[in-house]
């Protein structure tokens, strides 16, 4: 049995939350590849180290830390959105390295660990996984861009000589990332564990609209070919559009607006901004791609300019491993009785593209009222340390039952 060091592990979650730290409330300011992002993963690196395990950075940057023989892989992510959580990824890879050093310490199941970059999606969506699991090519993410038109290829340079070759899959009998739930089921219901029995499925894409620039106060309102209000039209036709199609759990958000040249007297010449769309059915997500991209050909007409639409990002709905998902149940009834249940997840992981490649699960923690991707992300102490019980007591599990 597996004991972990629940004070060493909140310490350890807290010196991770140093590198970045926004110094608004506890959340964490750590895109892929920044400063701060490199030198957490440095000093991930040694302590992986000093658990015992062979540090590998790939290509990409992902952190692995190799237990000598095959084994079960743990982890998750610690580069973090623009305003990010001190949580979100941090805490599968910070619960992974506890439980490795406390095998080091008292024997038990090989254990590996797995710090994914960009799970952001800085460049992409979910880049470092993406790559590995092979849904996506090396030489197709190098030509990704961040908002700064900075490339993937230039940004991963940065890591310079630490980087070594792809980690083979092979070695790994299966993975479990647990991760913060980051909505708000778990708090509401009051409980401690979700198990993931499903992920949902994204596309995101870039649609310029191209107008024309010219001044506020002379040119006539029928004349003008505004990017702003051909946006502004985009977005309440795709609403009304979208009403017949959706579900409840149907997401789409226009998150990011680039407004050319972004000043209050020019009618704006040109608008980029990022569509984003998520559902659990795959026929759903095509459907919508069709409905998006119909509704930005009709406003072109309409306001007389003109579209284009970057490239399409987009990982397929996916479910969990029947197998690991009862290690999850078996465990979760030993440490919080009947204080957890199965649940979807709307936000997106690295298990997804990891589920390309072997048995994969994940289990989540709550996120007080439901907040994540922001500053006041949070989970009381308590829960994290179930958490980190449950995914100790499944690695056991596995091994009794299966070696
Ligand atoms: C992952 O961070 C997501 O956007 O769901
Ligand atoms: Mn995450
Ligand atoms: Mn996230």
Partial sequence: MIEINAERFILSLNKLREFGKSGVGKGVVRPAYSLSDIAARDWIAEQMQLAGLKVNFDPLGNLFGLASMDSILLGSHTDSQPEGGWLDGSLGVMAALEIARSVKEQGGPPVSIVNFQDEEGRFGVTTGSAVWSGNASIAEADQFKDVNGI???????????????????????????????????????GQQIGIVSSIVGIRDMKITFQGEQNHAGTTPMQVRK??????????????????????????????????????PSIVPGQVTFSMQWRDAEL????????????????????????????????????????NLMGALEYAANKTVGSQWSKMHSGALHDATNVARLMPTAMLFVPSISGISHSFDENTDDPDLI?????????????YANVN
Avoid at 163 to 176: E, L, M, R, Y
Avoid at 238 to 252: F, G, Y
Avoid at 299 to 318: H, I, N, Q, R, Y
Wanted: proline share 4%; glycine share 6%.
């Fill in 151 to 189: 490339s993937l290829k230039e940004a991963r340079g940065l890591m310079g000589e630490r980087c070594a070759d792809f980690v083979s899959p092979d070695q790994f009998k299966g993975f479990i990332e647990m991760h913060i739930e980051q909505g708000p089921q778990l708090d509401i219901k």
């Fill in 226 to 263: 505004d990017a702003f209000q051909s946006l502004s039209l985009f977005n309440n036709m795709l609403n009304q559009r979208l009403r017949n199609i959706v579900t409840p759990q149907t997401v789409w958000t226009i998150g990011q607006v680039i407004i050319h040249p972004n000043a």
């Fill in 283 to 322: 026929d759903r997500l095509l459907r919508i791609d069709d409905i998006v991209r119909s509704a930005a050909l009709d406003v072109a007409k309409e306001m007389e300019v003109s579209v284009s639409f970057g490239t399409m990002l987009g990982l397929d709905p996916v479910e969990m491993d029947k």
């Fill in 386 to 398: 179930s958490g980190i019980r449950v995914l100790a007591t499944a690695v056991d599990y596995l």
